[in-house]
């Protein structure tokens, strides 16, 4: 199954469905990044040149495995009318770990009180660099598992 599901993958409309997921949640990531500093500007005056572009590429290798894992769920759906098992699970979850990771720290405070949890993540420094480290290795495994569920999963067959 995961064949037939990258087959779609690499055609035109799946194609489109990557680039516009891709886009979307990279502006998202990049977006959140200027919440936290005003600006790249002010983001390279504080971290440096150096460290601002890992944040960038941390971006990017995130807005790629995302959009990957979106894009594979999708054609799977519309393929066969079902969705992996999980699929919506890790990626909601990864998502909301995102916002709390880069959003600036009054938009996570406000956040977590109006759910009622009363604590905040720890600042890391650099930007909160560790975070999206840790972030990419859940989306990671959120890509592991989907393509493993779309390659175990079956057609049922009418009779």
């Known amino acids: 199954m995961l064949r037939t ?3 779609e993958q690499i055609k035109p409309s799946g194609l489109r469905l ?3 997921v891709f886009i979307i949640v990279f502006s998202l990531y990049s ?3 200027i919440l936290a500093f ?3 500007s002010n983001m390279v005056a504080e971290l440096g040149p150096s460290l601002t572009s890992v944040h960038i590429i941390l971006n990017a290798v995130m807005a790629l495995l ?16 079902s969705e992996p098992l999980g699929s919506t699970g890790i990626p ?7 916002l709390l990771t880069f959003g600036c720290t009054p938009c ?3 956040f977590l009180a ?5 604590f905040t993540p720890i600042v890391f420094p650099n930007g909160n660099l560790l975070w999206k480290m840790m972030l990419v290795v859940l989306i990671t495994i959120g890509v592991i598992y989907i393509l493993w569920r779309i390659e175990k999963s079956t057609c049922k067959v009418k009779i």
């Open 5 to 7: 599901v990258w087959h």
């Open 92 to 98: 909601t979850f990864s998502f909301v770990f995102g």
């Open 66 to 81: 995302t959009s990957f894992m979106v894009s594979m769920t999708q054609i799977k759906l519309r393929l066969t009318k």
């Open 31 to 33: 977006f959140f990044d």
């Open 18 to 20: 990557w680039a516009i």
């Open 108 to 110: 996570v405070v406000s």
């Open 114 to 118: 109006a759910v009622g949890i009363a």
């Open 38 to 40: 005003n600006s790249y």
